[in-house]
């Protein structure tokens, strides 16, 4: 069974592009979570959808970030202009149900720098 | 609103060492209590968990049992690895939070040959 994919793994810009994320759940999860980790700021959760739906999004940043989860097995994570400080490691994660007793899954990452 | 809050790092222990790393929480109700490991590069992945009071989560040699009473879920292992060197991170997710977690700032071990 195939885990959390994220694209790309790796992604340098320079200030002020475009910059898109993008992550396919784990098949027949119904959660998905978006989260930032930086050393200096640690593992910050951005936002999570449950069954496609954006339930909070209190932890994303600015208006520069935007996501989208068009279907169960699809999620972008957008920023728009992108800033040196938004460089960091981006995690998308997803989880069977929306229980509180359901292991969320990991995907290996996207790290991405803003020059 | 709920809390995790973990043994500041890091951790350095010679191989074979007991390693403890604390964690106690704060929540309303009766969340679920997790251990996740990040190994480099890599993103985190579950390590135990347990879901109710009383209950040991364990895996790999790892142990850790959910205390109500005093609201933690310590991390044990009786005898540690080179290749237990990793960060940990302790968390919690209630029922009420739609599967929504908290998670604690992490904890880096090193373990030494």
């Known amino acids: 069974d195939a885990g959390v994919i994220q694209s790309p793994r790796h992604e340098v810009t320079e200030m002020g592009q475009e910059v898109t994320l993008r992550c396919k759940p784990i098949s027949g999860h119904n959660s998905l979570f978006w989260y930032r980790q930086t050393m200096m700021r640690g593992l910050e959760l951005l936002i999570y959808?449950?069954?496609?739906?954006?339930?909070?999004d209190s932890g994303m940043p600015e208006d520069r970030f935007s996501a989208k989860m068009p279907n169960a097995s699809f999620s972008t994570l957008k920023i728009q202009p992108s800033e040196p400080r938004d460089s960091a490691v981006y995690f998308c994660?997803?989880?069977?149900?929306?229980?509180?007793?359901?292991?969320?899954?990991f995907g290996p990452g996207t790290r991405l720098t803003v020059l | 609103g709920d809390s995790v809050t973990q043994m500041e790092g890091p951790v350095t222990l010679s191989e074979e060492a007991f390693l403890t790393i604390n964690c106690t929480y704060t929540?309303?109700?009766?969340?679920?209590l997790f251990w996740y490991v990040q190994y480099p590069g890599e993103g985190l992945q579950l390590l135990l968990k347990?879901?109710?009071?009383?209950d040991k989560g364990s895996n790999k040699g790892f142990e850790a049992t959910y205390r109500k009473e005093t609201t933690s879920f310590h991390l044990e292992k009786g005898s540690v690895q080179v290749s237990d060197s990793a960060v940990y991170f302790c968390a919690l997710s209630a029922e009420t939070n739609a599967g929504k977690s908290t998670f604690g700032d992490g904890t880096t071990l090193t373990v030494k040959p």
């Open positions: 994660a997803s989880s069977r149900r929306t229980s509180g007793t359901d292991t969320q899954y």
């Open positions: 959808f449950n069954n496609n739906v954006p339930i909070d």
């Open positions: 929540a309303t109700g009766y969340p679920s």
């Open positions: 347990a879901t109710k009071a009383d």
